[in-house]
């Protein structure tokens, strides 16, 4: 049985900083692409990272590149994302999910995935 857990949210005042984990189980998790979505309350969701099997290839859209930054461990089936300057319009649940379209210029949801329950970061202004 799939498993995927995301940990690490929390409150955090503007300007700080926090890295959420996902761990997934019960898959080879070597052999996927991993992303980190988000979804603030009555917002679209938003892919924020994504990263290749390897970790050779991320991707990041603007809103965060240059204050996030997506890291896996293979050997702990682990995918990180670090956050930096956190801003309000970062208050979001945030998710990871296995098998993102994951390219040069776009990230996108799966089309087949597996979800985590999610984390919620709330950075307050």
């Known amino acids: 049985q799939v498993q995927v857990v995301e940990s690490g949210g929390g409150l955090v005042q503007a300007g700080g900083s926090l890295r959420l984990s996902c761990t997934a189980s019960g898959l080879p998790f070597e052999d996927y692409a991993m992303g980190w979505f988000r979804q603030a309350p009555g917002k679209e969701r938003q892919g924020v990272a994504c990263?290749?099997?390897?970790?050779?290839?991320?991707f990041y859209p603007d809103s965060v590149k240059g204050r996030f930054s997506i890291s896996r461990d293979n050997t702990k089936n682990t995918l990180y994302l670090q956050m930096h300057n956190l801003n309000p319009e970062d208050t979001a649940m945030y998710y990871c999910?296995?098998?993102?379209?994951?390219?040069?210029?776009?990230?996108?949801?799966?089309?087949?995935?597996?979800w985590g329950q999610g984390t919620q970061v709330t950075v307050s202004s």
């Open positions: 990263i290749n099997w390897s970790g050779g290839h991320t």
């Open positions: 999910a296995t098998d993102p379209t994951c390219g040069y210029t776009y990230m996108g949801a799966p089309s087949k995935g597996y």
